[in-house]
């Protein structure tokens, strides 16, 4: 099936620092969306983006999170400066259309020291 | 507040076991919903998605939708150790295209 690749896996960073979280979705998708995941627990809605621009952000988008597609490039997450409570799985999904099924990648591990 | 509620929070079922999962929006802009399945160490995958009121058959998973309580179900019939994961309801709102998972239930089914 359709494959949304996340890079790093891992990331280990001290507090204060910046880190990017890169995603590379289904070619032909359209619709871009960061979640949040602690201790396998639920699924937190961060951020969807769509067409060069954020579509909805919930409360735990805080004002150091930032995403960006430039030039159909990766759909990048940037934390700065980072913060203790960011620690936590961070997951990529894509769509191709409105109402379409979300393709997750398999995450990135954020560690924050 | 969460909006998407599931129950119950994790279940065990035998194998060849029905299993049966409940969710419930308190949010009436929520128009369309799916049911994923996370198995540890990877992201959630779609198991299917029901839009209309009733029931839709894909296999051994079986999705009942009723707009009117904003309830979703999925039943899974012939229960295997395979099945054993994280589901998550999921709805969508047509306007933003935001899509919010529920609370989550951790489903094992004993050999």
């Known amino acids: 099936g359709p494959k949304v690749l996340q890079i790093p896996s891992h990331q280990i960073i001290d507090m204060g620092q910046m880190v990017t979280l890169n995603c590379d979705p289904v070619?032909?998708?359209?619709?871009f969306y960061w979640y949040k995941q602690i201790l396998g627990q639920q699924m937190e809605f961060l951020v969807n983006f769509y067409n060069g621009k954020v579509m909805e952000k919930s409360k735990l988008f805080k004002d150091q999170f930032s995403v960006e597609r430039p030039d159909g490039s990766y759909f990048t997450l940037k934390i700065q400066p980072t913060a203790l409570e960011d620690s936590a799985v961070y997951f990529c999904?894509?769509?191709?259309?409105?109402?379409?099924?979300?393709?997750f990648g398999s995450g990135t591990r954020l560690t924050v020291l | 507040q969460q909006k998407v509620q599931q129950s119950p929070e994790s279940l065990s079922v035998p194998e060849g076991g029905m299993a049966s999962l409940n969710c419930t929006s308190s949010?009436?802009?929520?128009?369309y919903f799916w049911w994923y399945r996370q198995h540890s160490g990877e992201g959630p995958k779609a198991l299917m998605s029901i839009f209309s009121d009733g029931d839709k058959k894909e296999g051994r998973f079986t999705a009942h939708l009723n707009k009117a309580s904003l309830h979703v179900s999925l039943h899974i019939r012939d229960s295997q150790p395979s099945d054993s994961a994280l589901y998550f309801c999921?709805?969508?709102?047509?306007?933003?295209?935001?899509?919010?998972f529920g609370t989550g239930t951790r489903l094992q089914v004993l050999p």
């Open positions: 949010d009436r802009n929520f128009q």
């Open positions: 999921a709805a969508s709102e047509p306007n933003t295209n935001k899509v919010v």
């Open positions: 999904a894509s769509s191709s259309a409105s109402a379409e099924t979300l393709y």
């Open positions: 070619s032909n998708h359209l619709y």
